[in-house]
């Protein structure tokens, strides 16, 4: 897909089939990560963790609905694979661009695969400090010096990935000055 079509096309997915997503695609997708800009260029200060199956996801899901005994709480709603960016310095808000960089990488490498995709932040977010943490970490076999950030829930789904004629924004303010 051409750049900008990819921009255009790029949309939150709430709704996945059940159908795995290949290896092969979701290296392509956390190969895109990797081409991010990251501040100060701390790439050691960051980790990704890929839930690659349907299975692997559930037991996440499973986590959230416990935490926030909501039992309909479905955060990455049937995706096939989810990516977490972790951080090692979660205090500092240039952490969670650099996440959000790479996460914004993820959903348009997604999208150009015709792969649907969703930034899923505030189920990662809520597990700290959760009874649920030391779970959520394990099942991540995340080392002990990171902190998760941000997700992206990947999976198939029916979209036809056309590009929207206009963004779904239509009111940040813009101003040019010369
Ligand atoms: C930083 C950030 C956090 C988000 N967190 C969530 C989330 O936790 N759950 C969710 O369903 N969508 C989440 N979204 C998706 C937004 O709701 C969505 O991008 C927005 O409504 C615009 O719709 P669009 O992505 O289809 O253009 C998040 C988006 C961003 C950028």
């Known amino acids: 897909m051409e750049l900008t079509e990819c921009i255009a096309a790029r949309k939150s997915v709430r709704e996945f089939k059940r159908k795995p997503v290949e290896k092969e695609k979701l290296q392509q997708i956390v190969r895109a990560a990797l081409f991010a800009p990251t501040g100060m260029h701390l790439y050691e200060s960051l980790h990704l963790s890929v839930l690659a199956s349907h299975e692997a996801v559930d037991r996440f899901s499973a ?3 416990e935490q926030t005994g909501d039992a309909r ?5 049937g995706a096939g694979a989810l990516i977490i960016v972790s951080g090692k ?3 500092l808000p240039v952490e969670y661009a650099n996440a959000a960089c790479m996460i914004e990488n993820m959903l348009l490498a997604a999208t150009d ?3 649907g ?3 899923v932040h505030g189920a990662i977010n809520s ?6 943490e030391t779970a959520f970490r394990a099942l991540l076999n995340l080392p002990a010096e990171f902190t998760p950030l941000g997700s992206v829930a990947i999976g198939y789904c029916t979209d036809d990935f056309r ?5 779904k924004n239509a009111e940040t303010g813009i101003n040019f000055i010369y």
Not at 163 to 167: A, I, T
């Open 117 to 119: 995709s969703l930034y």
């Open 73 to 77: 709480a479905d955060p990455a709603h």
């Open 127 to 132: 597990m700290r400090g959760s009874e649920q």
């Open 113 to 115: 695969l015709k792969l």
């Open 89 to 91: 310095r979660p205090e």
């Open 63 to 65: 986590l959230v609905r």
């Open 163 to 167: 590009p929207r004629k206009q963004p």
